[in-house]
């Protein structure tokens, strides 16, 4: 739970997402309680060294309009950025919407200013669809987001 808190305390976390500002140990249990009781609806994971188990970052995907939709987000901790962690770990989310969530469509959200996680969503395969306008609010402003689209084989 610290790698958590210290993560999520690099302010392009909460910028770019809905990681409240600023995070401490019970933000922390909060999140960690409701992914391990299975609480909120989709799936939830952290992202995690193979070899040392360092915590790099945490992936989800997460029902949109449509239960056969989902909504794509990650975070990547500092010292792992620029090391592919982001896209192997996107990929792998959709993957598991597809195959074992049988979602039919996921997409990602980004603010057009978040230039590392446009070359995420390019590289993981996903197509940029348009701009949405103040389409969220993000630490208390709306806005715009682009929206990737990736649409499973069936």
């Not at 249990?29 to 994971?45: C, K, W, Y």
């Not at 794509?72 to 192997?88: D, F, K, Q």
């Amino acid at each position: 739970m610290p790698e958590v808190v210290v993560a999520c305390q690099d302010p392009e976390i909460p910028r770019f997402t809905r990681v409240p500002s600023p995070y401490g140990e019970e933000d922390a249990r909060s999140f960690i309680g409701e992914v391990l009781a299975g609480d909120a609806p989709g799936v939830q994971r952290a992202v995690v060294d193979a070899d040392g188990g360092e915590l790099l970052g945490s992936v989800g995907v997460w029902p949109a309009h449509e239960w056969q939709v989902g909504e794509v987000g990650y975070w990547v901790a500092e010292p792992a950025r620029g090391r592919g962690v982001a896209t192997r770990a996107v990929e792998l989310i959709a993957g598991l919407a597809f195959e074992e969530l049988d979602m039919v469509r996921v997409h990602l959200l980004i603010e057009p200013e978040n230039a590392p996680s446009t070359r995420v969503a390019e590289k993981a395969g996903f197509t940029r669809e348009g701009l949405l306008h103040s389409w969220s609010l993000i630490n208390g402003s709306w806005r715009d987001l682009y929206m990737f689209g990736l649409v499973g084989s069936r």
